[in-house]
């Protein structure tokens, strides 16, 4: 144990991948998607290169030394597009096109080539349901010129008795209100199933699909990694456009609301399964050609078994259980509950992909309490599985407010006055905070979203000075990833879990870790040196930054009672 100990002191001198202990004779090769950290880059967010206010991609290229910090390898661009902007980028104009405002296509060959050298993969942001109504294709389609008259939506909709043309049908947008737009130049609704100017596009017309395939290969082709396909729960709607939705009975949802009906007519209809194989053939056909793996991530809201279900045919959609299934305050037995389905029973395809947070909900530190920050951080990156970090979690950020006259979100600006702080991603979405200069670092000009005014302490700069930071511990955690048994080993989840604590072992051979997390509302004293354990005591190798001396870093701790604290979290080596 002293030459553990001894080791891994003179280990943390020399550098970020400190724990390594591989030995490739006996490890086994995995994908590269299986072994990485995904960064969620939010583009207009994360640095602003020329002061107008929103972040872009030459802002971004001056941030990457950041991820070298981290020890983080994958980026995931949120769009850079062509767009006007109406959802954020969401809405694109010209899916082969950069936004002026993000800068230009040579920006983005420099951004992946620099990323490259620095060892960084790049995966982009891909949208396959809708098109900005701005873009050519809708435009012709209006026009109905050739074939892009049936590339989207359309219908004449319903003529009452009395006469009146009304929308053919009651489905709603998931961005509140009717799903159908009338547009009096082809006189005629269009589909939307968010903002009235991103129009769904007719999966059931090939020419659309082959369109798709296209736009995807260009971003391929200059040699990403991989895409995060938007949205593809909406891809398909039936044909018959007179079947009206059921209503879902959910309590207290308006009915103007997307959750007051259920969506068995435009949710994941089979037909997508077809698409998801069609995209991923496309990416096995050029890994045939040259060798790259390049990884598919599926925006889709869904549970456990559905996921197992689509990895049967190679799909890897993410797990947002932890971002949307908690309730607050958190209870350990309730997040083990849903971390333990993504371990049992499972084709072999299937692989884990954990979020604790995203572009479009509320920051992990703000919903969960802010002293589980480095917990559920902790959490992340020691469980089995492809994690993703959304930018600013690595610091702790938390949610900005917003007033509702101030919003920018079409979402929480649809939702009312009085509905809008349940829905409004502005909150989640304010500006990366780099130093505690003036608008946190992140521009010289006025930011497109207030800076959260703890950027004077809750900032890259300064959390880069304190080794028991968000940031210095986010970095210790992901180093941990390069130890075997976290980048190779199966993990246990056999241990103690109760109200407050959860806790798992991760195993490779003869190396066992030991992750004990409190994330209840109570301290938790707890027998661990027993059952699946079956040790006395445990080295630790990293904490939450918040623990009692006796459990700091390198402390030897007795395992038969172990006392934590309410977002206290330890990593033991036994
Ligand atoms: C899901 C994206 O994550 C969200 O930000 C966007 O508004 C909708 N899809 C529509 O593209």
Redesign the pocket.
């Known amino acids: 144990m002293k030459t553990f100990c001894l080791l891994l002191l003179a280990a943390l001198a020399v550098g970020d991948l400190a724990y390594s202990e591989s030995d490739p004779q006996t490890t086994p090769v995995l994908p590269w998607w299986k072994t990485t950290i995904i960064y969620q880059i939010y583009p207009r967010s994360f640095k602003d290169s020329d002061g107008d206010g929103i972040g872009d991609l030459q802002g971004i290229i001056s941030e990457l030394q950041h991820f070298q910090y981290l020890g983080v390898e994958t980026l995931w661009l949120s769009p850079f597009y062509k767009s006007p902007q109406k959802?954020?980028g969401?809405?694109i104009s010209d899916q082969r096109d950069v936004d002026p405002m993000f800068g230009s296509i040579e920006d983005f060959r420099k951004l992946v080539a620099e990323a490259k050298k620095l060892g960084l993969r790049t995966i982009v942001d891909f949208?396959p349901?809708?098109t900005s109504t701005d873009h050519d294709w809708f435009q012709k389609s209006v026009r109905r010129e050739g074939k892009y008259t049936d590339y989207y939506v359309w219908s004449d909709g319903k003529t009452l008795p009395n006469g009146t043309v009304v929308a053919p049908n009651n489905w709603l947008s998931?961005?509140y209100g009717s799903a159908w737009e009338w547009n009096d130049q082809r006189q005629q609704y269009y589909l939307h199933q968010?903002i009235k100017e991103?129009a769904d596009l007719n999966y059931r017309n090939p020419d659309v699909r082959e369109e798709i395939l296209l736009a995807m290969r260009y971003w391929l082709d200059f040699g990403i990694d991989g895409l995060r396909m938007?949205?593809i729960g909406q891809l398909y709607e039936v044909t018959d456009l007179s079947l009206d939705e059921p209503l879902s009975g959910a309590p207290g949802v308006p009915l103007n609301e997307y959750d007051s009906l259920l969506h068995p007519y435009t949710n994941f209809l089979p037909e997508v399964k077809d698409e998801i194989i069609r995209w991923q053939t496309m990416l096995d056909g050029m890994e045939k050609v040259d060798g790259r793996q390049r990884f598919m991530v599926l925006?889709y809201y869904t549970d456990s078994d559905s996921r197992a279900k689509m990895a049967e045919y190679g799909a890897h959609p993410f797990n947002f259980d932890l971002v949307d299934n908690l309730d607050i305050p958190t209870n350990a037995s309730q997040i083990m509950a849903l971390i333990s389905e993504e371990y049992m029973d499972k084709p072999a395809s299937y692989w884990p992909t954990f979020v604790i947070g995203?572009?479009?909900r509320n920051r992990v530190a703000s919903k969960y309490n802010p002293r589980n920050a480095n917990a559920f951080n902790m959490l992340l990156l020691t469980l089995k599985g492809t994690p993703t970090t959304y930018y600013g979690e690595e610091i702790a950020m938390e949610d900005i407010d917003v007033a509702y006259n101030e919003s920018q979100d079409p979402?929480g600006i649809n939702a009312g006055p009085d509905r809008y702080r349940l829905v409004s991603?502005d909150f989640n979405r304010s500006p990366m905070q780099w130093t505690s200069v003036s608008e946190a670092g992140f521009t010289t000009g006025k930011p497109w979203l207030p800076v959260n005014p703890d950027y004077l302490t809750v900032n890259v700069a300064s959390e880069k000075l304190n080794p028991k930071s968000p940031l210095n511990l986010y970095k210790e955690y992901a180093a941990l990833r390069q130890l075997n048994a976290f980048k190779y080993g199966d993990i246990d989840v056999n241990v103690i879990t109760n109200d407050n604590v959860l806790s798992f072992l991760r195993e490779f051979g003869s190396e066992r870790y030991l992750v004990c997390i409190n994330l209840g509302q109570s301290p938790s004293t707890d027998d661990y040196s027993q059952g699946a354990v079956n040790s006395p005591t445990g080295v630790v190798i990293a904490t939450t930054g918040n623990v009692p001396s006796a459990q700091d870093k390198f402390s030897t701790v007795s395992l038969d009672s172990l006392t934590l604290q309410p977002g206290q979290g330890l990593v033991l080596k036994l």
Request: proline fraction near 0%; hydrophobic fraction near 35%; avoid cysteine.
């Open positions: 959802d954020f969401y809405d949208v349901n809708h998931v961005f968010f991103q938007d949205a925006e995203n572009h479009d979402w991603r």
